[in-house]
């Protein structure tokens, strides 16, 4: 794979450049506590997975792959409400994590981001953000200060559509005037962001050590493997 047929390269967020600060459960019921929830984080943690795994079948198949912002929002307030069913005041509480997971310092970038990401920029390439995520990226994204030199941050609810969906893609391509062929994406989920994205006829790269099952993919452990697997001819 050569850097020189590729002018764009995008980055999944959540899982590839960046991960939540506390985990997701621990977020969750430390939030839970204020009102009033008596459950433990392995149950959290469990319901969070039963209830994310049903709203991403219902975008699959209900909606089809379209996004909107009241779309994604209305996901997360379901998820919130499966996990906590025993909490009186579910609007409150979704408030208040929907506000968490809006801030930047809720976030934390994984090891290796910031020396891939700043060593492709360096080298003149168009390095952006591509995600499955609602308006508050383009905020969260501005907060995390070894990144932010960017203006290519592109959620999936402001695009129409989200991965897996070809559409998801299709508005890219034209947002930056650049054929399928010049960009590639890099993520850390085998449907969502490298078989997606070749089968849009982009370049894909699959991050991190799981779907190890997988054969024949572009594979890195860590994004600062990311330049050195483009180097130019």
């Known amino acids: 794979m050569s850097v020189n047929s590729i002018r764009a390269v995008l980055f999944d967020a959540v899982g590839t450049v960046i991960v939540p600060e506390p985990p997701?459960?621990?977020?969750?019921?430390?939030?839970?506590?204020?009102?009033?929830?008596?459950l433990d984080e392995p149950t959290i943690a469990e319901r969070?997975?039963?209830?994310?795994?049903?709203?991403?079948?219902?975008?699959?198949?209900?909606?089809?792959?379209?996004?909107t912002?009241?779309?994604?929002?209305?996901r997360w307030r379901r998820i919130v409400a499966h996990v906590f069913d025993e909490v009186a005041n579910r609007r409150g509480?979704?408030?208040?994590?929907?506000?968490?997971f809006g801030q930047s310092d809720s976030w934390r970038v994984v090891?290796?981001?910031?020396?891939?990401?700043?060593?492709?920029?360096?080298?003149?390439?168009l390095v952006g953000v591509a995600s499955n995520f609602d308006r508050r990226l383009e905020a969260l994204w501005a907060g995390?200060?070894?990144?932010?030199?960017?203006?290519?941050?592109?959620?999936?609810?402001?695009?129409?559509?989200?991965?897996?969906?070809?559409e998801f893609f299709r508005a890219i391509e034209q947002l930056l005037a650049l054929?399928?062929?010049?960009?590639?994406?890099?993520?850390?989920?085998?449907?969502?962001?490298?078989?997606?994205?070749?089968a849009a006829g982009w370049r894909a790269v699959l991050v991190g050590n799981g779907d190890e099952s997988a054969v024949d993919i572009e594979r890195i452990a860590t994004l600062d493997e990311l330049p050195r697997l483009l180097e130019p001819d």
């Open 48 to 67: 969070f997975r039963v209830a994310f795994a049903a709203e991403e079948e219902a975008d699959a198949l209900l909606h089809r792959g379209r996004a």
């Open 179 to 198: 054929p399928a062929e010049r960009i590639m994406l890099v993520g850390d989920d085998l449907v969502n962001d490298y078989r997606a994205a070749r």
């Open 144 to 166: 995390l200060s070894p990144l932010v030199s960017t203006p290519h941050v592109f959620a999936s609810s402001r695009l129409g559509w989200r991965k897996p969906s070809v």
């Open 111 to 125: 090891p290796g981001a910031v020396e891939g990401w700043q060593a492709l920029a360096a080298r003149g390439l």
């Open 69 to 74: 912002e009241q779309r994604e929002q209305l």
């Open 24 to 38: 997701v459960a621990r977020a969750y019921w430390l939030a839970a506590q204020q009102f009033g929830s008596q």
């Open 93 to 100: 509480l979704f408030d208040a994590l929907w506000r968490h």
